[in-house]
T-cell receptor
Framework: DAKTTQPPSMDCAEGRAANLPCNHS???????VYWYRQIHSQGPQYIIH???NNETNEMASLIITEDRKSSTLILPHATLRDTAVYYC??????????FGTGTRLQVFP | NAGVMQNPRHLVRRRGQEARLRCSPM?????VYWYRQLPEEGLKFMVYLQKENIIDESGMPKERFSAEFPKEGPSILRIQQVVRGDSAAYFC????????????????FGEGSRLTVL
């Protein structure tokens, strides 16, 4: 699996967009970018994934640069319940998930 | 469709006892993954199983730990002769078979089993 680099922590005001960056400069052509989050001690929750194109679902948007060496997860209107550790993981879709240290997002009122 | 079910949610054992953690994957899922999360640390991969087969156990400690996923019934993670350092949250995840155009690579996680060793 390609290595990813994320900032250890970020803050975001409630109602604002939270933009979480991830660098994955050694990503291979058949590897996807997956985002998961873990809300305090709960089981990890899938958010979104993509290969080359930008993706959007009911939870978030994923913007992947054209060279695929970095991506940004966007939570358009962060709420207090979005406070969690966010993990960016690069892998082939049949590989196991390897979690790094992630970004601890704190949403404040 | 029920999610991934893990039990017990909390388990207390004394040093030297055995711990058995069970994981029932989502209906139709044939792949099971176990992860361990020590207090204040990240999730560490332990083992990946398909029905009756261990596919990848590269994250399993060499001694005292074993896992199985029988043809019938839940997957079991077994820890023999537990020590205080085994105190952790153990998460199970499942995924459907890889074949088929609908496969997304998403793993579905349970809420975990928290083991405390006294």
């Amino acid at each position: 699996d390609a290595k990813t680099t994320q900032p250890p922590s970020m803050d975001c005001a409630e109602g604002r967009a939270a933009n979480l960056p991830c660098n994955h400069s050694t990503i291979s052509g058949n590897e996807y970018v997956y985002w998961y989050r873990q809300i305090h001690s709960q089981g990890p929750q899938y958010i979104i994934h993509g290969l080359k194109n930008n993706e959007t679902n009911e939870m978030a948007s994923l913007i992947i640069t054209e060279d695929r060496k970095s991506s940004t997860l966007i939570l358009p209107h962060a709420t207090l319940r979005d406070t969690a550790v966010y993990y960016c993981i690069v892998r082939r879709n049949t590989d196991k998930l390897i979690f790094g240290t992630g970004t601890r997002l704190q949403v404040f009122p | 469709n029920a999610g991934v079910m893990q039990n017990p949610r909390h388990l207390v054992r004394r040093r030297g006892q055995e711990a058995r953690l069970r994981c029932s994957p989502m209906k139709g899922h044939s792949h099971v993954y176990w992860y361990r999360q020590l207090p204040e640390e990240g999730l560490k991969f332990m083992v990946y199983l398909q029905k009756e087969n261990i596919i990848d156990e590269s994250g399993m400690p060499k001694e005292r730990f074993s896992a199985e996923f029988p043809k019938e019934g839940p997957s079991i993670l077994r820890i023999q002769q537990v020590v205080r350092g085994d105190s952790a949250a153990y998460f199970c995840a499942s995924s459907p078979p890889f074949s088929g155009g609908a496969y997304t690579g998403e793993l579905f996680f349970g809420e975990g089993s928290r083991l405390t060793v006294l």
